[in-house]
C-alpha cells in the first residue's frame, strides 16, 4: 500500500513558470514531510522540509504548502530554471524512522 | 566532509551470482538505512539499522537478501543467489538526530 500518493508523473513547465508538484498521504501521525530532488546518476537530495503545525515554508523559489485537514502537500518551483529538472520525491516520516517515499515527478523545465 | 560512500557504482553479474554491496556511512550518524529504486517500482525501503542494530527489514524481498552492519562505519547488502528482477539502483542513506536522510551516490546493478 502506497502510504504516500504524488502527482502527476512527469511535469513540463517553460522556463520563468511555476512548477507544482502534489503529494496526499494517509497516516495522520507523520510528523515530518520532506522533498528530495534527484538528478541523473545521482541520490536523492534533501531539497526543503515541513512539519504539520505549519501552513507554509518558503526556502529561495521552492515553497512547501501544507494542508493538514486535507492530508495533503504541495511543492511549487517558482520562475522554474532548466537546472530544476530532475525527478522530485515528496515524503513522510514517523519519529524520524523510515522515510515513506511518493513515487516521483520528473520535472523537465523548457528553456 | 566525504558523504556517504558505497561500493562499487556498477556491478554486472550473471544470475546465481552472490553480490555484495558496500556502504560507508557519514562519521557520527547513527541511523542507516538500504534503499531499492527501479522505474516500476520507485524507491522503496529495505532495511534500517540504528547504532547497528536492523530495526526494521520488512521490506527486505526475500531471504536471498541480507544486510549487516557489523561497526558503526560499515554495512553490506548481500544477494545470493541473484536474479535479473534483482536489476536496480541500490542506495545507501544515513542519518543523524534530526530526519533527514543523506543518499550516497548508489550501486547500478545489472544481473543478466
Known amino acids: 500500500q502506497q502510504q504516500v500518493k504524488q502527482s502527476p508523473q512527469s511535469l513540463i513547465v517553460q522556463k520563468g513558470g511555476i512548477s507544482i508538484i502534489n503529494c496526499a498521504y494517509e497516516n495522520t501521525a507523520f510528523d515530518y514531510f520532506p522533498w528530495y530532488q534527484q538528478f541523473p546518476g545521482k541520490g536523492p537530495a534533501l531539497l526543503i522540509a515541513i512539519r504539520p503545525d505549519v501552513s507554509e515554508k518558503k526556502e529561495g523559489r521552492f515553497t512547501i504548502s501544507f494542508n493538514k485537514s486535507a492530508k495533503q502537500f504541495s511543492l511549487h518551483i517558482m520562475d522554474s530554471q532548466p537546472g530544476d529538472s530532475a525527478t522530485y520525491f515528496c515524503?513522510?516520516?514517523?519519529?524520524?524512522?523510515?522515510?515513506?517515499f511518493g513515487t516521483g515527478t520528473r520535472l523537465t523545465v523548457i528553456p | 566532509d566525504a558523504g556517504v560512500i558505497q561500493s562499487p557504482r556498477h556491478e554486472v553479474t550473471e544470475m546465481g551470482q552472490e553480490v555484495t554491496l558496500r556502504c560507508k556511512p557519514i562519521?557520527?550518524?547513527?541511523?542507516l538505512f538500504w534503499y531499492r529504486q527501479t522505474m516500476m517500482r520507485g524507491l522503496e525501503l529495505l532495511i534500517y539499522f540504528n547504532n547497528n542494530v536492523p530495526i526494521d527489514d520488512s521490506g527486505m524481498p526475500e531471504d536471498r537478501f541480507s544486510a549487516k552492519m557489523p561497526n558503526a562505519s560499515f554495512s553490506t547488502l548481500k544477494i545470493q543467489p541473484s536474479e535479473p528482477r534483482d536489476s536496480a539502483v541500490y542506495f545507501c542513506a544515513t542519518g543523524g538526530a534530526g530526519e533527514t536522510q543523506y543518499f550516497g551516490p548508489g550501486t547500478r546493478l545489472l544481473v543478466l
Open positions: 515524503a513522510a516520516t514517523l519519529l524520524a524512522n523510515n522515510l515513506f
Open positions: 562519521s557520527g550518524h547513527n541511523s
